[in-house]
C-alpha cells in the first residue's frame, strides 16, 4: 500500500524500488495486489504542469489495481478528477463521495485472488471540502453539489462504511480491507479513523492515509475486535503490508520503511522498468519547468 505520495514518484522507495519489491515477491510466489490511499496527483511542479497526468500515467504503468481519492485528487477540479477515473486502469473507490445526495463512485470493489475474493471499501475525509479549492464542488451558480457525509456526529459515513462492508460480505468477500484517507487530526472529529473505525465492524484490516505518520496501531472496532491500522507515511516513505496465508488464512500486517534521501535502485544496483520510467519522467519534468 502506497499513500500521499504527492508526486513523489522519485523519493523514497520510488516507484523504482516498489515495482522491484512486488516483482520479487511474485518470483517467490507471492501474488500481490497494489493500492494506494489517496493524495497522488499533487505536491510537485510535475503535478500542477500536468494537472495530475503524470502521477496517473506512472500508476497506470506500476499496475495498480485500486485507489481512493484524498482531498488533493480533487485539486484541479471535478471534471478533472473524472478524467482521472476514466483514464485510470485501477478502480477508484469511495463510499461517502456524492453528488446531489448520491454516491458517484463505487463504494467498493472485490479482487479474486487465488480462489479468495478480497474486498476493498474506501472512504475519504470531510474535509476535503475545506482543504481544496471550494469550486471544485460546486456548480456555476456557487451551490455546493459534492458532499462527503460531513455530519456533526459521523454516523453517516460510518453508516455507508458498514453498509458497504456488510454488501462486500454479501457478495461473498472472505476479506474487507477498509482503505481511508482520514487520519486523526483531532480538529477533523468525528471524521477520525478512531472514530469511525470503532463504529464498523466486519473488516480485517485498515490502511490509512492524509496523517503523514509511519506509526502503526491498533483500533477497536464496533465488536470490541482489535484490528490492525496501517499507515501510509509520505512521498514513499513508508509502504504498509497486509499478507493473507494460502495455508489457514491468517491476516498479518506491517510496514516497510525508507527514509534516506537516495532511492534504493542505487544502493542495490538494480535496474526495472519502473527505474527507467521514474528517470524519463523526471528529465521531462525539468523540461516543463518556466
Not at 524500488?17 to 497522488?40: N, P, S, W
Not at 525508507?258 to 542505487?266: A, E, G
Amino acid at each position: 500500500m502506497t499513500g500521499d505520495i504527492h508526486c513523489g514518484f522519485d523519493k523514497g522507495f520510488s516507484f523504482g524500488g516498489v515495482y522491484e519489491i512486488r516483482f520479487q515477491m511474485e518470483l517467490k510466489g507471492d501474488t500481490v495486489l497494489l493500492v494506494d490511499d489517496g493524495d497522488a496527483v499533487q505536491g510537485a511542479p510535475v503535478g500542477y504542469l500536468s494537472r495530475g497526468e503524470v502521477m496517473i500515467n506512472l500508476m497506470n504503468e506500476m499496475g495498480y489495481d485500486v485507489a481512493i481519492p484524498g482531498e488533493h485528487e480533487f485539486e484541479y477540479g471535478m471534471d478533472r478528477f473524472f478524467e482521472f477515473v476514466q483514464n485510470a486502469n485501477y478502480d477508484y473507490i469511495c463510499c461517502n463521495l456524492e453528488k446531489d445526495g448520491k454516491q458517484v463512485l463505487k463504494p467498493y470493489v472485490i479482487k479474486e485472488v487465488c480462489g479468495k475474493k478480497i474486498a476493498f471499501v474506501g472512504v475519504t475525509t470531510p474535509k476535503a471540502i475545506t482543504l481544496v479549492s471550494p469550486e471544485a464542488f460546486q456548480d456555476d451558480k456557487g451551490n455546493y453539489v459534492y458532499s462527503f457525509m460531513a455530519d456533526e456526529t459521523g454516523e453517516l459515513i460510518s453508516k455507508a462504511v458498514q453498509e458497504s462492508i456488510d454488501k462486500a460480505r454479501g457478495e461473498g468477500a472472505d476479506y474487507v480491507v477498509l482503505m481511508g484517507h482520514i487520519g486523526n487530526d483531532p480538529t477533523a472529529e468525528p471524521w477520525t479513523y478512531t472514530t469511525i473505525t470503532s463504529r464498523v465492524k466486519g473488516y480485517d484490516v485498515y490502511l490509512d492515509g492524509f496523517s503523514h505518520d509511519s506509526t502503526e496501531a491498533e483500533v477497536m472496532n464496533a465488536e470490541g475486535k482489535l484490528v490492525k491500522r496501517i499507515p501510509a507515511g509520505v512521498k514513499l516513505n513508508t509502504l504498509g503490508w497486509v499478507r493473507i496465508s494460502a495455508k489457514d488464512g491468517a491476516v498479518t500486517s506491517g510496514v516497510y520503511q525508507w527514509k534516506n534521501d537516495f532511492d534504493p535502485s542505487w544502493l542495490f544496483d538494480f535496474e526495472n522498468p519502473m527505474t527507467k520510467r521514474v528517470e524519463e519522467e523526471k528529465k521531462a519534468a525539468a523540461g516543463l519547468m518556466p
